[in-house]
């Protein structure tokens, strides 16, 4: 069992940055494949950002490629998505989402746990 609690949401202009923070409970975060989903209103939950357990490999959406940087501390149990040059089409809520496998993949379903979500507002 893995509890996720997503924090660093907010409301920024647009060209602006934000920090999203997800800390996980338990003692094996390690072993854990982490994603960033994303769910605007009135579309479905999309996969945004990947790390590996290790760190080593990290994937992303092609929407946001170059501007996004997903990476994680495994000392503090706590993955990150560092969001630059955001725009109103990053407007979404956002979740981490935990996976038991060292594979990552986009596939909502693949992970079994998640974080409530976390508001990120991009005002043009």
């Known amino acids: 069992q893995v509890l996720l609690v997503e924090s660093g949401g907010g409301l920024v202009q647009a060209g602006g940055s934000l920090r999203l923070s997800c800390t996980a409970s338990?003692?094996?975060?390690?072993?854990?494949?982490m994603g960033w989903f994303r769910q605007a209103p009135g579309k479905e939950r999309e996969f945004v950002a990947g790390?590996?357990?290790?760190?080593?490999?990290?994937y992303y959406a092609d929407s946001v490629k170059g501007r996004f940087t997903i990476f994680r501390d495994n000392a503090k149990n706590t993955v990150y998505l560092q969001m630059n040059s955001l725009s109103s089409e990053d407007t979404a809520v956002y979740y981490c989402?935990?996976?038991?496998?060292?594979?990552?993949?986009?596939?909502?379903?693949?992970?079994?746990?998640w974080g409530p979500g976390t508001q990120v507002t991009v005002s043009s």
């Open positions: 989402a935990a996976r038991g496998s060292k594979v990552v993949v986009t596939n909502t379903p693949a992970y079994a746990y």
């Open positions: 338990g003692r094996t975060f390690s072993s854990y494949t």
């Open positions: 790390v590996s357990w290790s760190g080593g490999s990290t």
